[in-house]
C-alpha cells in the first residue's frame, strides 16, 4: 500500500491543513531512520512529525510518564510512588484527589510493556513503512467526514476519547481496538502541542485508510457531501 499517495489523497478530499502522521511500533530500533535528538514529551513528538520529522524514540526519549506508562515504553512499577499515586496531577488542577484520579485511570489502555522498543514518528506524506496508527489534526468538520466515511460501508461506529492522555486515548486505544479514534485531546497535549481552539484530534487504524478513502472520494458525489 502506498501512504504517500493515499496521505496526497487525504489531503486534498478533506482540505487539511496540517500533515497526517504515521506511527508504528518495533521490537528493534530501526537501523534506516534517525533517532530523535533529544528528550520530548508524546505530544511534542506528533508536533515534529507534523512539522516534518522522521525519527524513532526509545523510553529514554520520552520525558513524560503518560507517553511512557501508556505507549508501552516503560513498565509503570518503575515510576516513583507520586507518579503511580498520580498524586502529582492534584495541585496541577487536573484532578481534585488522589481516588478521582485512580478512578480516571482504570478506563486508560496502556500497551504492554517490555513487547516494544521504540515507535517511529513519521508525516505520512514520507511514510515508506507499514505503519499501525494514522493520527491526524482537523477541524470539526472534516472529523465528522471521517466518521461517516468509516461507517458508510461497515456501519462501523468510531470511539470517542474522553480526558485520558492522547498517549493513552489517541494511540494505545486506537493500536488495541482497531477502531476510528476521535477526541478533543487533554490539557497537557493542548498545551504543547499549539493546536487551535477549533483543531479535534482522529486517529484512524492502517488498514482502514485506504476503505475510508475511498469512502470519502463517493460521498463526495452524493447529495448531503457535494461541494457544488
Same mark, same amino acid.
Not at 494505545?172 to 478533543?184: A, E, H, N, Q
Given at each position: ?99 478521582? &484520579? ?7 489502555? $496502556?500497551?504492554?510493556?517490555?513487547? @516494544? ?43 470517542? $476519547? ?10 494505545? &486505544? ?49 447529495? @448531503?457531501?457535494?461541494?457544488?
Amino acid at each position: 500500500m502506498n501512504y504517500q499517495e493515499l496521505a496526497k489523497k487525504l489531503k486534498i478530499i478533506l482540505k487539511l491543513k496540517r500533515e497526517p502522521v504515521a506511527l508504528k511500533w518495533v521490537s528493534r530500533e530501526p537501523r534506516n531512520i534517525p533517532q530523535e535528538e533529544e528528550k520530548s514529551r508524546f505530544c511534542t513528538k506528533l508536533s515534529k512529525a507534523m512539522n516534518g520529522s522522521i525519527f524513532y524514540s526509545t523510553a529514554d526519549e520520552e520525558e513524560c510518564m503518560g507517553g511512557q506508562k501508556y505507549t508501552g515504553m516503560k513498565n509503570p512499577k518503575e515510576f516513583p510512588k507520586n507518579m503511580q499515586s498520580g498524586s502529582f496531577l492534584v495541585p496541577a488542577g487536573v484532578y481534585k484527589s488522589i481516588p478521582a &484520579v485512580q478512578r480516571s485511570w482504570e478506563y486508560n489502555k $496502556a500497551i504492554k510493556p517490555g513487547v @516494544f522498543s521504540a515507535i517511529i514518528f513519521a508525516p505520512l506524506t514520507e511514510t515508506n513503512f507499514e505503519p499501525d496508527i494514522i493520527f491526524i489534526v482537523a477541524d470539526a468538520r472534516q472529523g465528522m467526514e471521517i466518521l461517516h466515511a468509516n461507517a458508510y460501508d461497515s456501519g462501523s461506529h468510531g470511539l470517542g $476519547a474522553d480526558s485520558s492522555p492522547i498517549c493513552s486515548s489517541m494511540a494505545s &486505544v486506537p493500536y488495541l481496538t482497531g477502531k476510528v479514534t476521535y477526541g478533543f485531546g487533554d490539557i497537557g497535549s493542548r498545551n504543547h502541542m499549539d493546536l487551535q481552539d477549533e483543531e479535534i484530534m482522529i486517529s484512524i487504524p492502517a488498514p482502514d485508510l485506504e476503505r475510508i478513502i475511498q469512502n470519502l472520494e463517493e460521498m463526495k458525489t452524493k447529495t @448531503f457531501f457535494r461541494e457544488d
